[in-house]
């Protein structure tokens, strides 16, 4: 069984980086398939950050390529996002998740359970 | 970029009803939509993908349809542990991917 489980700071800082590791287990990442990183502000909907895939292909969501740097440990069975410059406006729920990519579509199939990351001074 | 446009945005109901939910999209994407349920405090759980099949373990009550811009999920009968806020989700470039703006699901 897949599972993927999410290690956050807490709490980061007006201008500082939020950084959030996602463990997978029951998979290992260099096997394949594309993992990616989704967002949810409280009250509000989802949001796709980007897609990484085993060999270090990334992907990220135009509105936010800017600040986003995303990375794969595959001696840990981890990755990892980085958002740089933070504002209120990113505090939400940070999801990890398997991507199945296949003929044509593209769709998490697997999540973690998600971590709450506030951004507040 | 391709909007994806959810509706109703909220809809009450009661157990035993039938149900359906809508997604349109601004372009054709054929059949590459996808469904997810996700309940207050929970991660977003599949439920349909590729426009209408479904995912192992997800109950048979729930189907989808459609094709090109127009899309829909019905829930056949609902029952108390359906209600919840429910997302269409396509990916015309991938791997990135692209959410509608959610259903919520209410008790009448």
């Known amino acids: 069984q897949v599972q993927l489980q999410e290690s956050g700071p807490g709490l980061v800082k007006p201008s500082e980086t939020l950084s959030v590791t996602c463990t997978v287990s029951?998979?290992?990442?260099?096997?394949?398939?594309?993992w990616g990183w989704i967002r949810q502000p409280p009250g509000k909907g989802l949001e796709w950050i980007g897609s990484?895939?085993?060999?270090?292909?990334?992907y990220y969501n135009p509105s936010l390529k800017s600040r986003v740097t995303m990375s794969v440990d595959t001696s840990k069975n981890q990755f990892s996002l980085m958002l740089r410059s933070v504002t209120a406006a990113d505090t939400a729920v940070y999801y990890c998740?398997?991507?199945?990519?296949?003929?044509?579509?593209?769709?998490?199939?697997?999540w973690g359970q998600g971590t709450l990351v506030p951004v507040s001074s | 970029d391709i909007q994806m446009t959810q509706s109703p945005s909220s809809l009450s109901a009661s157990v035993g009803d039938r149900v359906i939910i809508t997604c349109r999209t601004s372009?054709?994407?054929?059949?590459?939509l996808n469904w997810y349920q996700q309940k207050s405090g929970k991660a977003p759980k599949l439920l349909i993908y590729?426009?209408?099949s479904l995912q192992s373990g997800v109950p048979s009550r729930f189907s989808g349809s459609g094709s090109g811009t127009h899309f829909t999920l019905t829930i056949s009968s609902l029952q108390p542990e359906d209600f919840a806020v429910y997302y269409c989700?396509?990916?015309?470039?991938?791997?990135?991917?692209?959410f509608g703006q959610g259903t919520r699901l209410e008790i009448k």
């Open positions: 998740a398997r991507l199945n990519c296949t003929g044509g579509s593209c769709y998490p199939d697997y």
């Open positions: 029951g998979y290992s990442i260099s096997s394949g398939y594309f």
């Open positions: 990484i895939y085993h060999g270090g292909t990334t």
């Open positions: 590729a426009a209408s």
């Open positions: 372009q054709n994407i054929d059949n590459f």
């Open positions: 989700q396509q990916s015309s470039s991938i791997p990135s991917i692209t």
